[in-house]
């Protein structure tokens, strides 16, 4: 972990994940317990997530993290605070949070402590932006990354389910 450096970064950097996500989406895909249609493909789904990134990026709200070694990136974190955040009719959680949309590290970059260092500095993001609470989803299936964000503290705080009905397109 000592060659890599973690840094906040902007939206001009976007272009830098396209590596990053096509390791995610392959990941996705090879352990997906639940598929609700069929894959949209690499390309498409690359577009989406980047015009997804420019998104959230776009406000101050959002968060880029990158981890690089020798110039190149071998790993980021996206995320946002949520400001304010829907909350919870019943318990009397944070109305400011923040959710991690993604969080990968390239495959030659993996194991070495690169996911935590980039989840370390974000907590230290929230903590300078006063936000004390953080979300984030694991896809059925994914056992190592629910693995990892329980050693990070972490624990399931929702399940959402879904019913597709015959017939529907």
């Known amino acids: ?25 392959e990941h996705h895909v090879a352990i997906a317990a639940w598929r609700p249609a069929p894959e ?6 690359w577009q989406r997530r980047r015009d997804r990134y420019e998104a959230t990026l776009s406000t101050s709200d ?7 070694r020798d110039g190149r990136v071998v790993g980021a974190l996206v995320g946002e605070v949520e400001d304010p955040a829907d909350g919870s009719d019943v318990f009397a ?21 690169v996911g935590r260092a980039l989840m370390e500095r974000f907590e230290r993001e929230l903590d300078e932006r006063d936000v004390g ?15 990892f964000y329980e050693s ?15 017939g529907a397109e």
């Open 1 to 25: 972990m000592d060659d890599v450096a973690i840094s906040l970064a902007g939206a001009e950097r976007i272009g830098e994940l396209e590596p990053i996500y096509r390791t995610l989406y």
């Open 40 to 45: 949209r493909g690499l390309d498409a789904a």
């Open 62 to 68: 959002g968060i880029l993290l990158l981890a690089e």
């Open 93 to 113: 959680v944070p109305t400011r949070i923040a959710h991690v949309h993604d969080l990968a590290v390239l495959p030659n970059a993996q194991s070495r402590g």
């Open 133 to 147: 609470d953080y979300c984030l989803d694991v896809m059925p299936g994914n056992e190592s990354a629910l693995r």
């Open 152 to 166: 990070m503290g972490f624990e399931i705080a929702n399940l959402t389910l879904r019913k597709h009905l015959p």
